[in-house]
């Protein structure tokens, strides 16, 4: 069984990807060719934003996005522990500080509540209030921005956490991942906030065959700054250089196989939610197994299904026997990213992000992908509830 199985969406579309890639062959514009503007222009259509700019990854939208900001040295950039490591990999790589914020322990998105202290404990420096890094700037520490993640595909609560960035002065970068496709209060994501970054790694819900990712704006003069960092800074030409960028460019190729790719994404967004919905069917109320929380109003896009064990030991033993059944598992993520060696430098301690850390002792993901058969689900349930049955 697999995990993700991209191979049965290959089959389905196989000869649209040829297709799309023979163009590209015969056109031979790699770089900026016009299935990069075709990709931006259906996906803003999509999110509805007026701006979406393609880029070379997930983790470059979220570097270009900052530095559409000038974040650098001395700027604090609150953020989730509970996240893949390049939500906060981008802000360092700046200069800048993150600064964590624990999550809530039903979606795992960044909890509102706890920002607000951060902010508060941030200005007055006072880390009784809120756990803070150590500072490596000889000024204070000014707060600039806030990254918040849609985890495995459900979004943050953008209401609370654009009405608290509003009221402090910071700009709001949703890292949008995982959850292209999804909703939240009848807005799609990648139109929550004021920059909305997404990634096309191979294994997200919209994925390429290489790297690739887009940052969505309604903010016309931070779409033209991105546009130009992503081209080493270029201004009027590509010659002339304004500012010092990157190289950032989405391949012209990977644009025309995401453009086949994205004529069957609706309705595979529909099949991920189809099979979360039978999942949780079968799997809710099993004591001691605790299946995802999707709030009202909000909808998830499943890059993964999560459940939660009893605790550690407890999901060793489960993974264990889900493999002997042949049904492969994945822990997302087994450290927070305070625990993480890369940012020991910033001093926190165990302990500080309480329900991140206890989370990523519980969680493990089960196989998610819109073609996963009737039989294979059923083995799937079938196995969880035998293990539950058995340690009730
Ligand atoms: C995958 C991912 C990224 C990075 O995307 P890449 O395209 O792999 O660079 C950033 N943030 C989150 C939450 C992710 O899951």
């Known amino acids: 069984m697999h995990f993700i199985d991209l191979q049965a969406q290959q089959n389905l579309i196989r000869d649209k990807i040829e297709e799309n890639i023979k163009k590209v062959l015969n056109h031979g514009k790699y770089i900026m060719g016009p299935e990069v503007y075709e990709l931006e222009k259906r996906l803003a259509e999509y999110v509805e934003v007026n701006n979406a700019i393609a880029c070379s990854s997930g983790t470059d939208a979220l570097l270009l996005a900052l530095m559409a900001y000038d974040v650098g040295p001395g700027d604090v950039i609150f953020t989730t522990p509970f996240t893949f490591i390049a939500t906060a990999e981008v802000i360092s790589l700046l200069g800048a500080t993150p600064v964590f914020v624990d999550i809530d322990p039903e979606t795992y998105n960044i909890d509102p509540d706890k920002l607000e202290q951060a902010i508060k404990a941030l200005k007055s420096n006072d880390s009784s209030v809120h756990p803070l890094p150590i500072t490596h700037h000889p000024s204070p520490m000014i707060p600039k921005g806030i990254i918040a993640v849609d985890l495995f595909g459900l979004p943050a609560d953008y209401d609370n956490i654009n009405k608290i960035a509003k009221e402090n002065g910071l700009f709001v970068i949703e890292d949008g991942a995982q959850s292209f496709g999804a909703e939240y209060k009848g807005k799609k994501t990648g139109s929550l906030a004021d920059i909305c970054c997404t990634s096309f790694f191979p294994a997200k819900p919209l994925g390429g065959y290489g790297d690739g990712g887009m940052c969505f704006t309604n903010n016309k003069e931070k779409a033209q700054k991105i546009q130009s960092l992503l081209v ?38 529909q099949l991920r939610n189809q099979l979360a919905q039978n999942y949780t069917d079968s799997l809710k109320d099993l004591s001691p197994i605790t299946c995802p929380a999707i709030p009202d109003d909000y909808s998830s896009t499943w890059a993964q299904y999560s459940l939660l064990s009893e605790n550690e030991t407890a999901r060793i033993s489960i993974q264990k026997q889900l493999k002997d059944n042949d049904i492969p598992t994945a822990i997302y993520y087994p450290k927070s990213l305070h625990q993480q060696t890369a940012f020991h430098y910033l001093g926190y301690n165990n302990g500080d992000f309480p329900v991140s850390e206890d989370i990523s002792k519980k969680i493990f993901s089960i196989p998610m992908h819109p073609y996963l058969d009737a039989k294979s689900q059923n083995t799937i349930t079938e196995a969880i509830k035998a293990y539950a049955n058995r340690h009730k």
């Not at 960028?245 to 309705?267: E, S």
Request: charged content about 25%; cysteine-free.
């Open 232 to 269: 080493h800074g270029k201004g009027t030409e590509k010659y002339d250089n304004v500012r010092t960028g990157i190289n950032g460019r989405l391949d012209t190729i990977q644009a025309a196989i995401l453009l086949a790719k994205f004529d069957i994404f609706p309705n595979e967004v």
